[in-house]
């Protein structure tokens, strides 16, 4: 049996899984896989950079399926305002997605010790608990379940009856409450709303602080397809003298994140040279945007730039991002809230948090 392979769908878990793997000692050290998942993230060339690596023994690509591709089970998901019928619908999803998603699902997950997986509201989590594989359950994004406890925003009503059910694999829900997921890693329990016996803390910050000179370098040439490149450019401009902005796939109106970022930089970044970060999950052509800014190019995590010397910005601006508590090279970080968006979009996309 070979020891254990992490589920990954953003930059961001994959950033997290080469910092918990270079943190292991003696026996628990190398024979790990890392499967990258398709769903939700473009990952290019980080699969072949992370075979170059030589981190992970196997890196798989996992074509997951979003439930839209699935069109006959789209009548399971309607409301019906009637418990009943809704548990009933709740019960055939549950087990006709899994199915649905075997075809996809071409890793073996049965021949590892420890199965790792971020996000399993993904079909992975599902096809997990119907194929009856314990697996470790890994937080999303840095202290995410702050902004979104998606166990609970899921599940509004009858919670406690349907967590039970959970427990028993007659439906499921992600988050530490499916039969089969042993644990779940987190960063900080003291920021969240609600609380999950199976919640295990795991702070992150410790983990990137452990890493040597040679893994910090692995670091950025595993995430940037040309690391020098990259570096030289950014050392020119990001000298102090700067803004970082970093965008977000939010609001699902492109013309709105258009005009947000057009609004952040005229409303705080005048008289300073604007560096954009786009997020991962961020198509918008922001040089084509705004030429007069420097976009950094390339996919990668935000926190990858702490390990860059010499990079140090005046201010770091985003709007709802956890990740700016992990940031180490700005004097200023300024988090707008997730109530900036109210005047972009209806607040009810994006306010999670009276869950």
């Not at 026996?27 to 790990?32: M, P, Q, T």
């Not at 170059?52 to 798989?60: D, H, L, P, T």
């Not at 989590?125 to 379940?145: F, Q, R, S, T, V």
């Amino acid at each position: 049996m070979k020891k254990r392979i992490y589920v990954c769908h953003t930059f961001y878990n994959v950033y997290v899984t080469l910092l918990k793997e270079w943190n292991l000692t003696g026996e628990d050290r190398g024979e790990a896989d890392i499967a990258l998942s398709t769903i939700s993230t473009d990952f290019s060339g980080l699969k072949e950079r992370l075979e170059k690596s030589g981190v992970f023994e196997k890196v798989f690509t996992l074509e997951e399926k979003k439930d839209s591709a699935f069109p006959e089970l789209a009548k399971y998901k309607k409301s019906y305002h009637n418990i009943l019928r809704h548990l009933l619908n709740r019960i055939l999803y549950t087990k006709k997605l899994a199915r649905r998603e075997e075809p996809y699902m071409t890793v073996d997950f049965k021949q590892y010790r420890d199965v790792y997986v971020y996000c399993d509201s993904d079909p992975i989590g599902y096809y997990l608990n119907y194929k009856h594989i314990y697996y470790h359950a890994m937080e999303d994004g840095l202290d995410c379940l702050k902004y979104l406890d998606g166990a609970h925003y899921d599940n509004r009503g009858h919670f406690r009856l349907k967590a039970l059910l959970s427990s028993w694999n007659v439906i499921f829900i992600q988050n530490g409450y499916g039969k089969y997921c042993l644990d779940m890693e987190i960063n900080d329990l003291s920021c969240l709303r609600h609380t999950c016996p199976k919640y295990k803390v795991v702070p992150r910050k410790p983990l990137e602080l452990a890493l040597n000179s040679e893994q910090k370098r692995m670091m950025l040439d595993i995430f940037m397809e040309d690391a020098e490149r990259f570096l030289q450019e950014l050392g020119e401009k990001a000298s102090g003298d700067c803004i970082l902005f970093l965008t977000q796939p939010h609001p699902q109106s492109e013309e709105a994140r258009r005009q947000i970022c057009h609004d952040i930089i005229r409303d705080y970044c005048q008289g300073y040279h604007v560096v954009i970060k786009p997020h991962p999950r961020d198509l918008i052509d922001y040089e084509k945007l705004r030429p007069d800014c420097t976009v950094i190019k390339g996919k990668f995590p935000v926190e990858v730039l702490n390990f860059i010397e010499g990079v140090r910005f005046k201010k770091v601006i985003s709007i709802a991002t956890t990740a700016l508590d992990t940031i180490d090279f700005a004097e200023e970080k300024i988090n707008l809230g997730d109530t900036f968006w109210d005047k972009y979009e209806d607040p009810e996309n994006h306010n999670w948090r009276s869950v």
